[in-house]
């Protein structure tokens, strides 16, 4: 009896051990007239609320264009990761997707934070990161494709708007803890003394974090008349429900946001921001038959009636489409081929015409401002003519005509504090 | 030497041998991934070391981890080439820049109020004992403050679990020292002399695989020794060991201390593996994890806590990229967690201790032995 | 300043509303329930579903949360804190474990998911509920400018805690659970069910999450990982104040929430945090068994 049960342990653990090593040693199988792709958001953990839906976006970019033959005749396989939230999830699958499965791009990322985790792999290793998300600025990586606004597509429109056409001069900056909006408030600070207004308070909040009372009193003792938000994740949908709890209006003491979007209105209920203001290079409203129609495709594929889009959806939609478009230019499907081949790619994104800008690898996009319904969408009160030039390095002098990241990298003699 | 001690022997031995071939069949990206393991596994010695032979449950393991992994990771990213001016003397690492007031000087001394803490991390090895002494000196400040009020218990574990809530809430904060949430990255390489540890080549994860044997192989050690006996003392009846004379503090200080050192060397290790440094290693859950692993693995062994580690993390990561099976996952894992804590209270390792006392016992089937079973299960049952 | 101190309170009744349970629970057994928090989650869910499916408000969803979370407490009692009695980490540890399982259970939809059917309610997501009218804006209190629902959840938690009060003092029950406090054995030697007595304290402790989480719902986020942070909160109210004492444990929420909010209106808010951290961690130090402990056990 003792020789079954250790023969059978023996066998079980072999058996086991096996097929748990199995995927170690064998890789995924590349089939011919394929490429293969990473895909890298977090599908479970606090940020899966929203990067659930870039992740879809993808995917979907993705079918459209095998749908409609592939990129060069060749499918697109999308060997899909999940960062869990978490940035040392992040850095492993990135490692996974770019030295393991070797796939020539990687589309992903929200946080900032998660952006940092993957750098190193993807700057060692010669890759390429597609991140479609809004950030700080302040980056020139070879290897990072940025389809998302920068600081100067979403506040160079905002602050002087909101002191000239909106009459607000006294502005209370509020945001979470951690370098996108601190380095928001930077360049805020910097177009507000610009354009002749003055910033009364710079406060933080950790991130997560849901109990505002005091903030919002400080706001109100303050003696602001336009609150400026860079108030990341669930805490804008407390922000926002404890300022009117507290008696404050949009119409006398607006909020104006850079991140609040969609998504985040539905989560806290419309009505709560109603007539505050938005900036953003997208939005869900845009009325035209192209954005129309690309809303309801998505509301088709994630099989939702009710779902939003938003911004950093929408780029991570278009992202895709200017990445076939450098993989059908470029020579062969190496990350180096495809980035030389990506620079100055156009396409006719949802929001508008967009470029990959062939200095920084940042995108051409139309700063917007609008102003939220009681429906839950914005009704667009701005908007530029055209797509404004990328400027990273804005908060820092960095202008049109001197340009402080270039293909050759970034020139940090012009750099000063 | 009993038939049980040569049988542990051999399986440590084993261990140590399968670790060592695993570049042999593993091709580098598997390779690094294992060396994450291998790390984890060293804190699951420590945990084992603190909760199985101390009694201590430090619920924020992740503070010494953390604190590890910062002082190194200060170190290389001085070293990095993202640091401006380097190759001179004077680097200044890139967010430094970014949060600096305007106007202030680009030196590392003065760019913002606490800059200078960095002056002396320009020294690689200066981080390296950094990295063992800091987590160190916490425990044993910890230690000496609360040990020697008597606290025990839950109490002690609120404790830990507040300090590393706290720890990690002022390194976000101060993030023209920190770098904040995003933690530290775009470091260089740790150097020993001209070679540089790339994350991905095989002496790398020798390095990490050598140093966990080494772990493993003192810690093991040092339960044996007498101050390791009166520990276990200590744990099984605090009041009692203190009767007897024993300087009860001084030996969960020690041990507190010995274990926050193993973590802190633990994070060193991860910072050259992974290649940054983040606050998120002390989150909760992270440190609360920790104590999973070594209670499914087996808080009061060694080994035990070190593979269960390891293996939770390599069958997470292999389902997780299952689609479809991550979510589940969780839940297999909390069901597995609450039966071992309710059936299997010293993990597999102590059904595998068992399962090798009854294959030892059966091997002599004296009557004597019997008797000898027989009467201590008598006296269990009073 | 009247605000100030105002919102001080306000952070101090929700610390107490769910600490108030816990130092039901951790008072009567000893036991130290990390599935607390989930309890508050199920409260707040509780309100979403009934809002969704029953269409009820929040004054509704109050006894309805009560049972349900009463019900889910009184199973893990039963099914693994009874297994575990006398050992203190390992329930800790135990419970923890159950309150991954409740929040995978919310995530996937109680499994659901995996056959692609989805519950309106339930999920990843963020849920939202919407709050009466009458409960919506502010009052004038003399100079101050005092939000509604903080005043109601204020009032709520009073009334909470004069209840729980009622129940430890004025009734059998709450004598027998003072008598298994003391010395549970010799309480059993006198004739009390001591098993039966833990399970109805367990479900009550539940209970009261459970009533805390449809309070919680109308002001935060109700998404399946708000359970955490709150439970954390909740220890360190429950262990400053003393084990036992539901005084100690009204005493310390109140101390803590004002030295939040006065911290926070004069420096920040993650100081205020910290600072809160730090305060905890002295008091142990110095009163190791808390504010106001019962001799005892």
Same mark, same amino acid.
């Given at each position: 009896?003792?020789?079954?049960?250790?023969?059978?342990?023996?066998?079980?653990?072999?058996?086991?051990?096996?097929?748990?090593?199995?995927?170690?040693?064998?890789?995924?199988?590349?089939?011919?007239?394929?490429?293969?792709?990473?895909?890298?958001?977090?599908?479970?953990?606090?940020?899966?609320?929203?990067?659930?839906?870039?992740?879809?976006?993808?995917?979907?970019?993705?079918?459209?264009?095998?749908?409609?033959?592939?990129?060069?005749?060749?499918?697109?396989?999308?060997?899909?990761?999940?960062?869990?939230?978490?940035?040392?999830?992040?850095?492993?699958?990135?490692?996974?997707?770019?030295?393991?499965?070797?796939?020539?791009?990687?589309?992903?990322?929200?946080?900032?934070?998660?952006?940092?985790?993957?750098?190193?792999?993807?700057?060692?290793?010669?890759?390429?990161?597609?991140?479609?998300?809004?950030?700080?600025?302040?980056?020139?990586?070879?290897?990072?494709?940025?389809?998302?606004?920068?600081?100067?597509?979403?506040?160079?429109?905002?602050?002087?708007?909101?002191?000239?056409?909106?009459?607000?001069?006294?502005?209370?900056?509020?945001?979470?803890?951690?370098?996108?909006?601190?380095?928001?408030?930077?360049?805020?600070?910097?177009?507000?003394?610009?354009?002749?207004?003055?910033?009364?308070?710079?406060?933080?909040?950790?991130?997560?974090?849901?109990?505002?009372?005091?903030?919002?009193?400080?706001?109100?003792?303050?003696?602001?008349?336009?609150?400026?938000?860079?108030?990341?994740?669930?805490?804008?949908?407390?922000?926002?429900?404890?300022?009117?709890?507290?008696?404050?209006?949009?119409?006398?003491?607006?909020?104006?946001?850079?991140?609040?979007?969609?998504?985040?209105?539905?989560?806290?209920?419309?009505?709560?921001?109603?007539?505050?203001?938005?900036?953003?290079?997208?939005?869900?409203?845009?009325?035209?038959?192209?954005?129309?129609?690309?809303?309801?495709?998505?509301?088709?594929?994630?099989?939702?009636?009710?779902?939003?889009?938003?911004?950093?959806?929408?780029?991570?939609?278009?992202?895709?489409?200017?990445?076939?478009?450098?993989?059908?230019?470029?020579?062969?499907?190496?990350?180096?081929?495809?980035?030389?081949?990506?620079?100055?790619?156009?396409?006719?994104?949802?929001?508008?015409?967009?470029?990959?800008?062939?200095?920084?690898?940042?995108?051409?996009?139309?700063?917007?401002?609008?102003?939220?319904?009681?429906?839950?969408?914005?009704?667009?009160?701005?908007?530029?003519?055209?797509?404004?030039?990328?400027?990273?390095?804005?908060?820092?002098?960095?202008?049109?005509?001197?340009?402080?990241?270039?293909?050759?990298?970034?020139?940090?003699?012009?750099?000063?504090? | 030497?009993?038939?049980?001690?040569?049988?542990?022997?051999?399986?440590?031995?084993?261990?140590?041998?399968?670790?060592?071939?695993?570049?042999?069949?593993?091709?580098?990206?598997?390779?690094?991934?294992?060396?994450?393991?291998?790390?984890?596994?060293?804190?699951?010695?420590?945990?084992?070391?603190?909760?199985?032979?101390?009694?201590?449950?430090?619920?924020?393991?992740?503070?010494?981890?953390?604190?590890?992994?910062?002082?190194?990771?200060?170190?290389?990213?001085?070293?990095?080439?993202?640091?401006?001016?380097?190759?001179?003397?004077?680097?200044?690492?890139?967010?430094?820049?970014?949060?600096?007031?305007?106007?202030?000087?680009?030196?590392?001394?003065?760019?913002?109020?606490?800059? *200078?803490?960095?002056?002396?991390? /320009?020294?690689?090895? +200066?981080? =390296?004992?950094? %990295?063992?002494?800091?987590? !160190? #000196?916490?425990?044993?400040?910890?230690?000496?403050?609360?040990?020697?009020?008597?606290?025990?218990?839950?109490?002690?574990?609120?404790?830990?679990?507040?300090?590393?809530?706290?720890?990690?809430?002022?390194?976000?904060?101060?993030?023209?020292?920190?770098?904040?949430?995003?933690?530290?990255?775009?470091?260089?390489?740790?150097?020993?002399?001209?070679?540089?540890?790339?994350?991905?080549?095989?002496?790398?994860?020798?390095?990490?695989?050598?140093?966990?044997?080494?772990?493993?192989?003192?810690?093991?050690?040092?339960?044996?020794?007498?101050?390791?006996?009166?520990?276990?003392?200590?744990?099984?009846?605090?009041?009692?060991?203190?009767?007897?004379? *024993?300087?009860?503090?001084?030996? /969960?200080?020690?041990? +507190?201390? =010995?274990?926050? %050192?193993?973590?802190?060397? !633990? #994070?060193?290790?991860?910072?050259?593996?992974?290649?940054?440094?983040?606050?998120?290693?002390?989150?909760?859950?992270?440190?609360?994890?920790?104590?999973?692993?070594?209670?499914?693995?087996?808080?009061?062994?060694?080994?035990?806590?070190?593979?269960?580690?390891?293996?939770?993390?390599?069958?997470?990561?292999?389902?997780?990229?299952?689609?479809?099976?991550?979510?589940?996952?969780?839940?297999?894992?909390?069901?597995?967690?609450?039966?071992?804590?309710?059936?299997?209270?010293?993990?597999?390792?102590?059904?595998?201790?068992?399962?090798?006392?009854?294959?030892?016992?059966?091997?002599?089937?004296?009557?004597?032995?019997?008797?000898?079973?027989?009467?201590?299960?008598?006296?269990?049952?009073? | 300043?009247?605000?100030?101190?105002?919102?001080?309170?306000?952070?101090?009744?929700?610390?107490?509303?769910?600490?108030?349970?816990?130092?039901?629970?951790?008072?009567?057994?000893?036991?130290?329930?990390?599935?607390?928090?989930?309890?508050?989650?199920?409260?707040?869910?509780?309100?979403?579903?009934?809002?969704?499916?029953?269409?009820?408000?929040?004054?509704?969803?109050?006894?309805?949360?009560?049972?349900?979370?009463?019900?889910?407490?009184?199973?893990?009692?039963?099914?693994?804190?009874?297994?575990?009695?006398?050992?203190?980490?390992?329930?800790?540890?135990?419970?923890?474990?159950?309150?991954?399982?409740?929040?995978?259970?919310?995530?996937?939809?109680?499994?659901?998911?995996?056959?692609?059917?989805?519950?309106?309610?339930?999920?990843?997501?963020?849920?939202?509920?919407?709050?009466?009218?009458?409960?919506?804006?502010?009052?004038?209190?003399?100079?101050?400018?005092?939000?509604?629902?903080?005043?109601?959840?204020?009032?709520?938690?009073?009334?909470?805690?004069?209840?729980?009060?009622?129940?430890?003092?004025?009734?059998?029950?709450?004598?027998?659970?003072?008598?298994?406090?003391?010395?549970?054995?010799?309480?059993?030697?006198?004739?009390?069910?001591?098993?039966?007595?833990?399970?109805?304290?367990?479900?009550?402790?539940?209970?009261?999450?459970?009533?805390?989480?449809?309070?919680?719902?109308?002001?935060?986020?109700?998404?399946?990982?708000?359970?955490?942070?709150?439970?954390?909160?909740?220890?360190?109210?429950?262990?400053?104040?003393?084990?036992?004492?539901?005084?100690?444990?009204?005493?310390?929420?109140?101390?803590?929430?004002?030295?939040?909010?006065?911290?926070?209106?004069?420096?920040?808010?993650?100081?205020?945090?910290?600072?809160?951290?730090?305060?905890?961690?002295?008091?142990?130090?110095?009163?190791?068994?808390?504010?106001?402990?019962?001799?005892?056990?």
């Amino acid at each position: 009896m003792s020789i079954d049960r250790r023969k059978f342990l023996k066998s079980s653990l072999l058996a086991t051990t096996g097929a748990l090593a199995s995927p170690y040693i064998i890789g995924p199988v590349r089939a011919a007239g394929t490429v293969n792709v990473g895909v890298l958001f977090s599908l479970t953990g606090g940020l899966s609320i929203i990067e659930k839906s870039l992740h879809d976006a993808t995917l979907m970019a993705i079918s459209e264009i095998n749908a409609a033959g592939g990129a060069k005749g060749m499918k697109i396989n999308a060997i899909v990761e999940d960062g869990a939230s978490d940035p040392k999830t992040y850095n492993e699958k990135a490692s996974k997707l770019v030295i393991q499965d070797r796939v020539p791009t990687v589309f992903g990322s929200y946080t900032s934070a998660s952006r940092k985790a993957v750098l190193p792999v993807f700057e060692k290793r010669n890759n390429l990161y597609f991140y479609p998300t809004y950030y700080e600025g302040f980056e020139c990586s070879k290897n990072v494709v940025y389809t998302g606004a920068v600081p100067n597509q979403q506040l160079s429109n905002f602050i002087p708007w909101i002191i000239k056409t909106l009459g607000k001069k006294k502005f209370f900056i509020v945001g979470s803890n951690y370098i996108y909006p601190r380095e928001m408030a930077k360049a805020s600070k910097i177009l507000i003394e610009k354009n002749g207004g003055e910033w009364i308070a710079d406060e933080y909040l950790e991130l997560g974090h849901s109990e505002w009372g005091s903030m919002v009193n400080k706001i109100k003792g303050s003696g602001c008349d336009v609150v400026l938000s860079n108030v990341v994740g669930d805490s804008v949908v407390a922000f926002y429900r404890e300022y009117k709890n507290q008696g404050l209006t949009h119409d006398k003491l607006p909020i104006c946001a850079t991140v609040t979007s969609e998504i985040e209105i539905a989560a806290m209920g419309p009505e709560y921001a109603v007539g505050s203001y938005t900036s953003f290079p997208y939005f869900q409203a845009i009325d035209t038959d192209r954005n129309k129609a690309f809303v309801e495709r998505y509301r088709a594929f994630v099989k939702d009636p009710k779902a939003v889009t938003h911004h950093a959806l929408e780029s991570s939609y278009f992202q895709v489409f200017l990445w076939k478009q450098a993989v059908e230019k470029a020579a062969e499907i190496t990350p180096t081929a495809i980035r030389e081949a990506v620079k100055g790619q156009e396409f006719d994104a949802p929001n508008g015409h967009v470029k990959i800008d062939p200095d920084n690898l940042h995108t051409y996009l139309t700063p917007r401002i609008a102003q939220w319904l009681p429906d839950g969408q914005g009704k667009i009160i701005d908007a530029y003519k055209e797509p404004t030039i990328p400027l990273p390095y804005v908060a820092y002098g960095e202008t049109e005509s001197n340009l402080f990241c270039t293909a050759k990298g970034l020139d940090t003699s012009k750099l000063k504090i | 030497m009993s038939d049980k001690r040569r049988f542990e022997i051999a399986i440590y031995l084993a261990f140590f041998a399968f670790i060592m071939c695993a570049p042999l069949v593993l091709e580098p990206f598997w390779l690094n991934r294992i060396a994450k393991y291998l790390v984890f596994g060293m804190l699951g010695i420590a945990v084992a070391l603190s909760w199985g032979y101390a009694g201590i449950l430090n619920l924020g393991q992740g503070l010494f981890f953390g604190a590890g992994a910062y002082m190194l990771a200060m170190s290389l990213k001085l070293a990095s080439p993202t640091s401006l001016q380097q190759g001179s003397d004077r680097p200044v690492p890139d967010f430094m820049l970014w949060n600096a007031e305007p106007g202030s000087p680009t030196e590392l001394c003065c760019i913002n109020k606490a800059s *200078f803490l960095w002056l002396p991390f /320009q020294h690689q090895w +200066f981080g =390296v004992f950094m %990295g063992l002494v800091l987590p !160190a #000196g916490i425990a044993t400040i910890i230690g000496i403050i609360v040990f020697r009020k008597r606290i025990s218990g839950v109490f002690v574990s609120i404790i830990t679990l507040a300090l590393v809530l706290l720890v990690r809430l002022v390194v976000i904060d101060a993030q023209p020292v920190t770098n904040g949430f995003n933690g530290l990255t775009d470091l260089g390489w740790f150097k020993v002399g001209e070679f540089e540890f790339d994350p991905y080549i095989v002496p790398t994860y020798y390095f990490v695989a050598i140093a966990l044997c080494l772990v493993l192989a003192a810690a093991r050690l040092l339960i044996e020794t007498r101050a390791g006996l009166i520990l276990q003392a200590i744990r099984d009846d605090q009041n009692r060991a203190r009767y007897l004379g *024993f300087d009860v503090p001084l030996y /969960q200080t020690f041990f +507190f201390a =010995v274990s926050a %050192g193993i973590a802190g060397l !633990a #994070g060193m290790f991860y910072v050259v593996v992974s290649e940054f440094a983040s606050p998120t290693f002390m989150d909760l859950t992270f440190s609360i994890t920790m104590v999973v692993w070594a209670a499914v693995g087996g808080r009061s062994s060694i080994l035990g806590a070190c593979i269960g580690a390891i293996v939770i993390n390599m069958i997470s990561a292999t389902v997780s990229e299952t689609a479809g099976f991550a979510e589940a996952w969780k839940v297999i894992i909390g069901l597995i967690f609450v039966l071992v804590v309710l059936y299997l209270p010293r993990g597999f390792a102590g059904l595998a201790h068992d399962l090798l006392d009854r294959f030892l016992a059966r091997g002599k089937a004296a009557p004597s032995q019997h008797a000898i079973e027989a009467s201590d299960a008598s006296q269990l049952a009073e | 300043m009247l605000e100030v101190l105002f919102i001080g309170l306000s952070v101090g009744s929700i610390l107490l509303l769910v600490a108030l349970g816990l130092a039901v629970t951790y008072g009567a057994m000893g036991v130290i329930n990390m599935a607390h928090g989930e309890m508050v989650m199920i409260g707040a869910y509780v309100t979403v579903l009934s809002g969704i499916w029953l269409g009820v408000n929040i004054f509704v969803a109050i006894p309805i949360a009560f049972v349900v979370t009463a019900l889910i407490g009184l199973a893990i009692e039963r099914v693994i804190v009874r297994r575990l009695y006398g050992r203190l980490l390992d329930t800790l540890l135990a419970t923890w474990g159950i309150a991954i399982l409740i929040q995978q259970a919310v995530r996937l939809e109680l499994g659901l998911s995996f056959f692609g059917i989805h519950i309106a309610g339930l999920g990843p997501g963020l849920q939202n509920v919407s709050v009466p009218a009458a409960l919506q804006g502010t009052f004038m209190l003399g100079s101050a400018e005092i939000n509604r629902y903080r005043a109601f959840i204020i009032v709520v938690t009073a009334v909470l805690t004069a209840v729980s009060w009622l129940i430890m003092y004025r009734t059998p029950f709450g004598t027998q659970v003072r008598a298994i406090i003391r010395n549970p054995k010799i309480a059993a030697a006198c004739g009390i069910d001591v098993a039966r007595i833990n399970a109805l304290t367990f479900a009550l402790g539940s209970g009261l999450a459970g009533v805390a989480g449809v309070m919680m719902s109308g002001f935060k986020t109700v998404f399946p990982d708000m359970g955490t942070p709150m439970v954390v909160d909740g220890f360190m109210v429950v262990v400053m104040g003393g084990v036992g004492s539901l005084l100690g444990s009204v005493f310390s929420a109140g101390i803590l929430g004002e030295i939040n909010g006065l911290v926070a209106a004069g420096t920040n808010d993650i100081l205020a945090r910290a600072v809160v951290f730090g305060v905890v961690i002295m008091i142990i130090i110095l009163k190791p068994k808390g504010l106001f402990s019962l001799k005892g056990r």
